[in-house]
């Protein structure tokens, strides 16, 4: 098989990454995995350098560079949130309530996207808000499967405590009645990436007098058929 493109500099670059893939390597050792010439080697090391997709590590030897996994995380991105989006408007059409997905973005989580109600109470958690990580379902979502020093210190000014994510791990769901926003509860489940880490929260919310003070009975079972979904479809297209 030809794997060449037609644009010489951009094959002979590929040549260098996926040799790096195998991990470090000495220039020599790049002359010896690509079969470039040392000079032509060299210059395109050193280009990509430049762009931050080649490195160096302690011993001077060539590696993948930060660029690469910061590419990556943008393709993650993209791919849950088409992934996710006929999913979260058909958890909505089933529970009759917005549907939302969050992600973590250091001591806040982030609505990443929305399935909203055509008619009632609309917009509650615009696409685009940044939240607490100290109140509410999805918070004790993205907190209850962290590592236990990071879990912690998460729950620091939190409105829930290690009995309640002990909970959560317990039964893989969250629900919250007026912890982040009085008179608004909501129902909330993992979204999990490679390795089964929690990447994600999926969630609805709605009025207490909708959702009553017990949301999970109502919603549990589509919440968390929703996130299993989303997860086992990134998976597929991993």
């Known amino acids: 098989m030809d794997n060449s493109s037609g644009v010489g500099v951009l094959d002979k670059a590929v040549l260098v990454l996926n040799a790096l893939e195998a991990g470090p390597a000495s220039l020599a050792q790049l002359v010896q995995a690509t079969g470039l010439a040392r000079p032509t080697a060299h210059r395109l090391a050193v280009a990509l350098e430049h762009h931050r997709i080649v490195s160096r590590d302690t011993q001077g030897r060539f590696v993948l560079g930060p660029r690469l996994s910061e590419l990556s995380t943008a393709a993650g991105e993209d791919r849950l949130l088409a992934v996710a989006s006929p999913v979260l408007t058909q958890l909505r059409d089933t529970t009759g309530e917005s549907a939302q997905l969050y992600r ?67 039964r893989g769901w969250a629900h919250s009645v007026g912890e982040r926003e009085q008179g608004v509860a909501s129902v909330s489940a993992p979204i999990r990436g490679n390795g089964g880490k929690v990447i994600a929260s999926v969630s609805v919310s709605g009025p207490i007098e909708r959702l009553t003070r017990a949301p999970g009975r109502l919603h549990a079972v589509p919440v968390v058929a929703a996130a299993e979904r989303i997860t086992e479809a990134m998976r597929r297209t991993s």
């Open 104 to 170: 973590r973005q250091g001591d806040e989580r982030v609505c990443v996207a929305a399935a909203e109600r055509s008619s009632g109470l609309r917009d509650t958690v615009p696409v685009g808000s940044a939240l607490p990580m100290t109140a509410g379902s999805a918070a004790q979502i993205l907190l209850a499967w962290e590592e236990p020093d990071r879990l912690h210190r998460g729950l620091r000014g939190a409105k829930f405590t290690a009995a309640t994510l002990a909970s959560v791990r317990r």
